[in-house]
């Protein structure tokens, strides 16, 4: 996932704490002037672990369900195409964006546009980058089926799932909610009755925040993730900002890219398996720092549906008109869930390898600290030894006599 920063916004506090006198005097100089940066010789003891403060958890449904909006205006394209091809089953796509709540307690998806696809419906025709694509049903009364996602198609949402974590791309949030659509519609005299099914699959990952200690003695370099260095750098957490709480979505997201994107090298974790999480929020002068650990290696999922009951009168059409659904955790269709669960982990016959990526729940347990005395987060006692892998220069928000 990809986030924007613009240093020049974060607070003026921010920059007077990270970026002191001192700081710019040895950091700036010791960096452009090419010296090589050393990794600590031990991997043992980086920081002070030590719980400071309660916990939360963090979870892309923690705070709130995922919404799904569907523009009337999209709907009514999709009911017309349906009745013009005369088919009982007509495959085709809603198109759309998801975005953060403005609290960051969620997340909504709003589905504003219609593709009749190609390929007798299995290609999308109109993607553009950054769509959330959503296949879709409609048939009649007669040709319904209860289950909207087949164990087939739950199968396609786990590897798809599966690769957006652990690709060397960037990861977007929208790529974390996998939604697929059943429309029944019933056609009458000057109306149309729709029953709309949702089906979503993400990754049933969660996260546990505390307050935490940092030890004086070790000092943290940033890198941006455009750095081409920074694959292959030992790497103890990473940083954020533009977010303004740290239970935002994004954050958890990007909790997901660290511990399994495939393009970095060398993870380095506390003895108890814990990685570092720095956010400069908005609401807070200081960075804020976080431990954050995985409880095991894998991935694992869960399932959310939702569904919605409307009539359309021929007639009647307000401009902007949206159907709002809740994407709740679905119990009807767990056993399908299951099953398909399973079959996905299991061997396969032909290379006889296993799927290991569903086998276990993976919840992360975070700790937040405080800022200790003389912690600094813009040092250079980070890096590797082989001067052809130094990175960058680090970068910095701009002091205010720059702004």
């Known amino acids: 996932m990809s986030c924007p920063v613009n240093f020049q916004a974060l607070p003026s506090g921010v920059l007077e704490a990270v970026f002191t006198p001192e700081n710019m005097r040895r950091g700036g100089t010791s960096m452009n ?7 600590p010789k031990s991997r043992s003891a980086l920081w002070d672990g030590s719980p400071a403060g309660e916990k939360l958890r963090l979870q892309l449904c923690a705070h709130r369900k995922p919404r799904l909006v569907l523009l009337e205006k999209a709907l009514r394209l999709a009911q017309r195409h349906a009745r013009h091809s005369n088919k009982p ?15 960051e307690e ?16 299995r290609v999308p025709s109109a993607l553009l980058p950054g769509d959330v694509l959503v296949p879709c049903l409609f048939s009649t009364q007669e040709g319904a089926s209860d289950a909207v996602q087949s164990e087939a198609e739950l199968h396609h949402c786990f590897k798809a799932l599966q690769q957006c974590v652990s690709s060397r791309q960037a990861l977007e949030l929208s790529q974390l909610l996998k939604v697929r659509g059943h429309v029944v519609l019933t056609q009458q005299a000057d109306s149309t009755a729709f029953v709309l099914s949702w089906s979503a699959v993400c990754p049933s990952v969660s996260v546990e925040v505390a307050f935490l200690t940092m030890d004086q003695t070790r000092k943290l370099l940033l890198l941006l993730e455009s750095d081409p260095k920074a694959c292959s750098l030992p790497l103890v957490g990473l940083w954020l900002s533009g977010v303004t709480h740290i239970y935002s979505p994004q954050v958890w997201a990007w909790c997901l890219r660290f511990l399994y994107s495939a393009a970095l090298q060398d993870r380095v974790f506390s003895e108890s398996g814990c990685f570092l999480l720095v956010l400069f929020g908005s609401t807070h002068r200081a960075p804020q720092f976080f431990q954050c650990r995985g409880s095991g290696s894998h991935l694992d999922y869960q399932l959310l549906s939702g569904s919605q009951y409307v009539t359309q009168y021929q007639q009647v059409c307000e401009e902007g008109r949206t159907l709002q659904c809740e994407l709740m955790t679905d119990s009807r269709h767990s056993e399908t869930f299951r099953e398909a669960h399973t079959s996905f982990n299991s061997v396969d016959e032909g290379t006889g390898e296993f799927s290991l990526w569903t086998r276990a729940q993976v919840s992360f347990h975070c700790g937040r600290g405080h800022r200790a ?11 590797v030894e082989d001067e052809d892998l130094s990175p960058r220069p680090s970068p910095s928000p701009h002091p205010p006599a720059q702004q």
């Open 106 to 121: 969620g997340v909504t998806v709003t589905l504003d546009r219609f593709d009749p696809g190609r390929d007798q419906g």
């Open 373 to 383: 005395p003389g912690l600094s987060v813009c040092d250079q006692d980070s890096g």
């Open 33 to 39: 002037s090419g010296t090589q940066l050393t990794f």
């Open 89 to 103: 089953r007509l495959p085709c796509f809603l198109l759309g964006s998801m975005s953060v709540d403005a609290d």
